[in-house]
Structures are given as structure tokens and as C-alpha cells.
């Protein structure tokens, strides 16, 4: 999966001259925490919501509130916006822009074809494939499963859901109690929770967890 398919095509963005009251405005307008900032087409920094809230005219101490506010209005995104801004081209893996917003701490980065922004990645999007992963959506049996960290392991689980009727829709592999196993989760659907973990439970080490997931529930309804 490439940030291409699971990007925000639809870009808000301000100019360096744009007022930082203005910049607030559409933040709220369009629900975005970050604006790309571009000069004549092209990108020159990001500002963030908690830049524009903590921004503040200096020196500001001897203000009063109208005085504040006056000259709050004459501050410019230009003014405080960062420059050095990390993107990620639209055909970098999905993983690597969630380990850069990870390593650096950052909710989102423009995304790149060439010298032209085309899309923004941001946590909102990660957690939607995060979603997708785990079929979050969809109705099913949840399993989690401990396996030996061996050739042919995951065939033999995946196998064996199939040979049951079992279809799995989602999953995922993770790190388990050590470096000698793994943990398995996917979520099933089509067969009964009890078939599953009667089926399951003599090929694995552990049965972690396995539970029957309510759409309905989840959503609150």
C-alpha cells in the first residue's frame, strides 16, 4: 500500500502573507490541524494549530487585550511557520511515512510529486489503515494466537481457518513473548467462534484471545 491510496487529495493551504487569525479561521472551517504554506505554487512551510495558538506579538507583556489583539491580526503565517518541512513522495510505502511521523513526532507531511504537493498523510489516514488492517468495520471472530517463529506456520493457521469454512478478511503479524514466536491476529468470518477455537487451539502455542466482534456495539448503537 502506497500513500498515493490513502492520501488526502484535497489540499487547504495559506500563503506566508496570510494572517494568522485568517489561518485560524480556516484550520476550524475545514477541520485540518496543519496548513502546507506555498508561495507562487510551491511549498514553503507548514503551520500547525498549536504554532498559530501559541503564537503571540513581542513584546507583549505591557499589551492590553485590545493592543493584543490589534496587533495579533498584523502577524503573518510567514512569521512563524517552519521551513524545514518533512515530506514523502505519492508512491512511498504507507509504513515508512508512519515510521517518519513516529521518529519526528509530527501528525501529518505533505506529499510530493516532485516540486508539486499533490496530497497530505496524516495520523486521521494511518489510523483509517490501521482500521482496514484490522477489518474494524466488518463483523466477524477476532483471534490472536501465539505461534512458533518458523517456516510454514502462518499457512498452516491460515489452512486450517480455510479447511473449516473460514474466510479470513484481515491479518496482521506482530512480536511476540520472544524472539522465538509471533503473534498472529486476523479476523474470520463465515464459521462459528467455538469451531474456530477447536480447530485452532491443538497447532498454536497460546490461544491469546478470541472473541466474536458486534459492529453495532462498537459504534455505540
Known amino acids: 500500500m502506497l500513500i498515493g491510496t490513502r ?3 484535497s489540499v487547504v493551504f495559506v500563503a506566508p502573507e496570510t494572517p494568522i487569525t485568517d489561518a485560524l479561521n480556516l484550520m ?3 477541520r485540518v490541524r496543519r496548513l502546507p ?3 507562487r505554487g510551491k511549498l514553503v512551510g507548514i503551520v500547525s494549530d498549536k504554532e498559530l495558538l501559541n503564537a503571540s506579538p513581542a513584546p507583549a507583556a505591557s499589551l492590553n487585550v485590545w493592543e493584543l489583539t490589534y496587533l495579533l491580526g498584523k502577524l503573518t503565517i510567514g512569521e512563524i511557520m517552519s521551513r524545514d518541512v518533512l515530506t514523502v513522495a505519492e ?3 504507507i509504513e515508512e511515512a508512519a515510521r517518519i511521523m513516529a521518529d519526528y513526532k509530527i501528525g501529518g507531511m505533505p506529499v510530493m510529486r516532485g516540486d508539486e504537493i499533490v496530497g497530505m498523510i496524516t495520523e486521521t489516514d494511518l489510523f483509517r489503515v490501521f482500521l482496514e488492517m484490522f477489518g474494524a468495520r466488518q463483523r466477524g471472530i477476532r483471534l490472536t494466537v501465539l505461534v512458533p517463529e ?3 506456520q502462518l499457512a498452516l493457521l491460515t489452512q486450517a481457518i480455510a479447511s473449516i469454512g473460514g474466510n479470513i478478511i484481515a491479518l496482521g503479524t506482530f512480536a511476540g513473548e520472544h524472539p522465538g514466536n509471533s503473534l498472529v491476529t486476523c479476523k474470520i468470518e463465515g464459521v462459528e467462534l467455538e469451531r474456530v477455537r477447536s480447530q485452532i487451539e491443538p497447532l498454536v502455542e ?3 484471545d478470541i472473541r466474536e466482534t458486534d459492529l453495532q456495539r ?4
Open 206 to 208: 497460546r490461544l491469546v
Open 28 to 30: 476550524k472551517s475545514e
Open 91 to 93: 508512491d512511498t510505502p
Open 150 to 152: 518458523q517456516p510454514g
Open 37 to 39: 504554506v506555498l508561495k
Open 7 to 9: 492520501m488526502s487529495h
Open 218 to 221: 462498537a459504534q455505540g448503537s
